[in-house]
């Protein structure tokens, strides 16, 4: 265990970086958690003009921009290998035959918004041109596209060059536009981005990628377990994109996936084939009452607030004073008793417990009837029942109540750090390592 006068000296360095000027992210941008479509998870690099349009068209067609995804992000693998003689990243001409433009133009005239990626690197993961040294140019390069969105990857930067000192030159440069584009930090959740994040990006990630399997839902929750205080309106925890639609989990995974990041209220990025999308994957995608969770104007995110073995509840503040409930039942596939009975109690959501409130599934939309004290409900294995607890008599203190709070037992192993120890450069580190 460090010194005490090793731990004042870190505490001193720590308290003297936050004194330098780190300017925020001013755009004004993700109020509410954005939500939109990337190529990644369904189409990795093998991305074209053709495809790209066709999501645009299903994503208007299909009612999903009705619903709130209004982002159309093309991931890694749009560009040549090498920039251009002036110094710009070169779209890839046999994948986007009528330019890069153009297909910004086409998802504008489709009423969505328009997302490229970058790498706070030299290269992307696919070995392609990144942009770090180049900031500035790249910045208005997408700008000059009508770029909307900008996803920031993390690969090929070594340890010396710092992680935030690359993502705040980027920020910069964004700003320096003069165009409103939403920074979405892909860091891996590297250097406890949750503390310095909200001073950089909309969102930042708070884990490694994200697959479609149930041991990589459950690891991408556990590390944004405990995380929530940090987020708020236009900055954001973004425990990676959804799996929903994508071949590796069941119905029921799909749901629980769902439901947890809306009541997280991570952004939510759809990243399955629209083509082949099926029934039941859009129905989960375009739950309006989960959704309106996620997207709530209160702007709290919720978090873990009781656990039992494998049985969980999430909740979150909603505005007016109401809670959003998710009960999670985490036991394994198999077992010779697949639905446990989840209890939530009044007391854990800062209600008094003679209060009585009205319980509603958001996934069925039917309320369930008025409760005092607690509600139990059954759930299956791999899934989530996602609830709104509406008081029917209101106190002023139940808005203002956090999951975060003291008496959330579920936390209270969780050790946050105070924002004012956001490491912001070199001398930072050198202040941990030496």
């Known amino acids: 265990m460090p010194s005490c006068e090793w731990r004042s000296t870190l505490a001193f360095f720590a308290v003297l970086c936050w004194a330098q000027p780190l300017h925020g992210l001013s755009n004004g941008l993700s109020i509410k958690p954005h939500m939109g479509y990337n190529t990644w998870n369904c189409f990795y690099g093998s991305i074209s003009e053709d495809i790209i349009k066709s999501t645009a068209d299903i994503m208007v067609d299909s009612g999903l921009k009705k619903a709130g995804y209004e982002y159309l992000v093309i991931d890694d693998g749009w560009s040549e290998m090498n920039r251009g003689n002036d110094g710009k990243i070169v779209a890839d001409p046999t994948k986007f035959p009528s330019g890069i433009k153009h297909v910004s133009d086409y998802i504008h005239s489709k009423g969505l918004k328009y997302g490229m990626y970058s ?3 030299p290269k992307t993961c696919l070995g392609l041109p990144g942009s770090r040294g180049n900031e500035e140019l790249d910045a208005q390069y997408f700008a000059d596209l009508g770029v909307d969105f900008l996803k920031y990857d993390n690969c090929a930067a070594g340890p010396e060059d710092w992680i935030v000192d690359r993502y705040v030159a980027m920020r910069d440069a964004l700003n320096d536009t003069g165009r409103p584009i939403l920074y979405s930090m892909c860091n891996w959740g590297v250097g406890d981005s949750w503390l310095w994040g909200p001073k950089v990006a909309n969102s ?17 929750l556990d590390n944004t377990v405990g995380l929530s205080e940090f987020a708020g309106p236009g900055a954001w925890n973004d425990p990676d994109m959804l799996e929903v639609g994508n071949p590796g989990l069941t119905v029921n995974e799909q749901r629980a996936h769902f439901a947890l990041w809306a009541l997280l209220k991570s952004p939510l990025f759809i990243g399955a084939d629209l083509r082949t999308l099926s029934r039941d994957a859009k129905q989960i995608l375009t739950a309006p009452e989960v959704i309106a969770v996620n997207q709530d104007p209160l702007g709290v995110a919720g978090d873990l607030i009781w656990k ?19 009960l999670f039942n985490r036991h394994a596939s198999g077992t010779q008793y697949p639905i446990s009975n989840i209890t939530v109690a009044w007391r854990d959501l800062g209600f008094d417990s003679d209060v009585e409130a009205t319980v509603r599934d958001l996934h069925a939309e039917q309320d369930l009837g008025t409760f005092t004290e607690s509600f139990t409900g059954a759930v299956d294995i791999h899934d989530a029942r996602m609830l709104r607890i509406t008081p029917h008599k209101l106190k002023v203190d139940y808005e203002s109540w956090r999951p975060w709070s003291k008496e959330n037992k579920a936390l209270q192993a969780s050790v946050h ?16 390592t030496n």
């Open 119 to 121: 790498d706070a690197g």
């Open 417 to 432: 750090s105070s924002l004012s120890t956001m490491p912001t450069g070199n001398k930072w580190r050198m202040a941990v």
């Open 204 to 220: 930042w990630r708070t884990t490694g990628d994200i697959a479609a399997s149930w041991d990589s839902l459950l690891r991408c």
């Open 308 to 326: 039992q073995g494998p049985l969980e509840v999430y909740s979150g503040p909603l505005q007016g004073g109401g809670r959003a409930v998710a």
